[in-house]
């Protein structure tokens, strides 16, 4: 068996004063602000509905709030189904759609659905929304199928809206994701870094 050993940066640095989890770290949003989880849904593969072996489908009911109920999560949220698309045809009037949505609402912590093959342009746009930190996921097999990502996938999103600094970020595979940095390498089906 091998030897494995991972060593984590420390965001907090060597101050042992100033941890995760108190009140004083500016490194983490206020538990205040994860009392109300804004979640705005806009379809994609985490939502889709297949009716054949064909591949006939569409883009069914938002399976976020039921997954989150199911998993008994310790906080409140709020589901704005804003839209029920592919993603590759979510258009520039959608992404402005989505904006003045986020804008409007009171919640800073805020999760997006999103299909995965136009996730990181709709972040882009999302970028310069002051005082609200942003996570976009979604899956790559419907919430509806065993052995989906569509779970972990929003797992790892909650943590990262409710630890990260206001700002917009990619929750995919298992990692948080800068959305200039990233992009979706559609033949091995993943995210991936770019320079």
Known sequence: ???CSIHC???WGSRPDVRPGFADNAFFPSARDMDNLLIVTTGGTIDKVYFDAKSDYQVGEPQIGRILQELGVAFRFHVIPLLRKDSLFVDDADRQLLRATIAAQEETCVLITHGTDSMVQT???LADLPGKTIVLTGALNPARFDG???????????GAVQSLPPGVYI???????????VRKNVDANRFEAID
């Open 148 to 158: 989906s990502d569509a779970e972990f996938n929003i797992g790892c999103a909650v």
């Open 9 to 11: 940066a420390k965001p």
């Open 171 to 181: 929750a995919m595979n298992g990692r948080i994701w800068d959305p200039r940095k």
């Open 1 to 3: 068996m091998a030897n």
């Open 123 to 125: 972040a882009q746009v």
